[in-house]
């Protein structure tokens, strides 16, 4: 392997363009995801002669044997060639197979993309990977022949969060070209040149066949998928302003007013993310006007629908944490009564209750409260519903008992026993801080 850096080639200008456009300058450092092949030494080569200082993460899999070696030796050699750091991670994918149940494909990029997103915790340097305008091609026709939506039709991000792809505007002869005029070589996966899997026949069959038959094929459908790229990023804001208009505090998102119009359905989906399907977000709309229905999604995703807004719900968050109480035991000259929920005043001999014993719990269906200025009691369970409490609240709702006897729902109301009278010598206040 020779170099030649008497000048900066159309390859390193590129990665220096896209790579500034997302803010990381030449002289950054960054991470790239290197396994030897054409693309990916292309990438690594390129992003050093624009002058970046690069860290290269190798995967050995395993899945090739003696190749799967070769490749970590070849990728190991260019590192060294180039003076750049690599990290090489050996992975067992047929444990992770028989542990998940994923294909070996599906496995082996999920331990490779957990990797790389521990490298980039540990160093905050972005992730570059050398998907190409070829890769954006045949991503393009596997969406399509999927029945996939927009955004699978507007094929690869250029960036991703962390991951950015430099490369996704130059062709496979483009990257051939400057190997060969750089005179540095590549390893080739075996498993690329068999049609066996789909996208190898759309890289080694399909697409050619369509290029044969339609010259300028591959351009014309990277150009559909930069169209739809910006119709997408269009109705991305749209979305983001719809969905924080919508959207209260608490997370719930409001669908008032949705379903009159034959484009509802799709807003809602996108509002949603696409975290649930377009036949249940129907089924949603369709019954906007009901309480305590649960709609599930893909990936195990529940919303709630409560009083015509939807609210995410996670089972592992529903722990209700009870809220810290402060006592104060003041005189009579500092009883300053006021109508804050938060707060109770009682007659200081409850202190001197001979079954005093206080208890502060979650609120049960069957609790009644004696409500302070009011005769006879109250079940809470109405004080609940009255105060339109959140479906999702009122398992964070708690109660205040001395002698079994409910004295507050705290934050809604005091009850009439133990109050505080001209007789009183001294007097306790209670007190939490407003739960968020």
Known sequence: ??????????????????????????????????????????????????????????????????????????SREVAAHLGVEIAVRHFDVAARVARTGDSVEMAARELRYEWFKDE????????????????????????????????????????????????LGVSKEEILAYLAARHMGY???????????????????????????????????????????????????????ERSRRMNSRGALSIEGLGVSPVDATLLYHMLGGTLDYETVGRILARSGVSGKIFEGSGGVRYLLDRG?????????????????????????????????WEIWLDGDVLMHPVARWELRPWRRADRIAPFGMRGTRAVSSIITEAKVPLTDKGNIWVLTCGGVVVWVVGYRASRHFPVTPRSVRIVRLRVEKQR
């Open 120 to 167: 980039h915790a540990a160093t905050n340097f972005p992730l570059l990977t050398a998907h190409h305008r070829g890769d954006n091609v045949e991503t393009f026709f596997l969406n399509l022949f999927r029945g996939s939506g927009l955004r699978g039709l507007a094929g690869i991000p250029a960036r991703r969060g962390y991951i950015m792809r430099p490369l």
């Open 1 to 74: 392997m020779t170099d030649n850096c008497s000048e900066t080639p159309r390859l390193a200008a590129v990665v220096a363009r896209e790579l500034t456009r997302s803010g990381v300058y030449p002289g950054s450092h960054v991470l790239v995801a290197f396994s030897g092949g054409a693309d990916s030494t292309a990438l690594l080569m390129a992003v050093c002669e624009a002058g970046y200082i690069a860290k290269a993460l190798h995967c050995n899999f395993h899945l090739r044997g003696d190749e799967s070696d070769r490749d970590e030796r070849f």
């Open 309 to 341: 807004n939807l609210v995410r719900v996670d089972d592992k968050n529903q722990t209700s944490v009870p809220p810290r109480i402060y006592a104060d035991i003041l005189s009579v000259r500092e009883f300053h009564p006021s109508r804050n929920p």
């Open 187 to 241: 390893v080739t996966d075996s498993t690329n040149l068999k049609p066996d899997f789909r996208r190898n026949m759309l890289r080694l069959d399909v697409i050619p066949q369509l290029e044969k038959a339609f010259p300028g094929a591959t351009d014309a459908v990277e150009r559909s998928a930069e169209n739809l790229r910006r119709d997408l990023d269009l109705l991305g804001n749209f979305v983001d302003i």
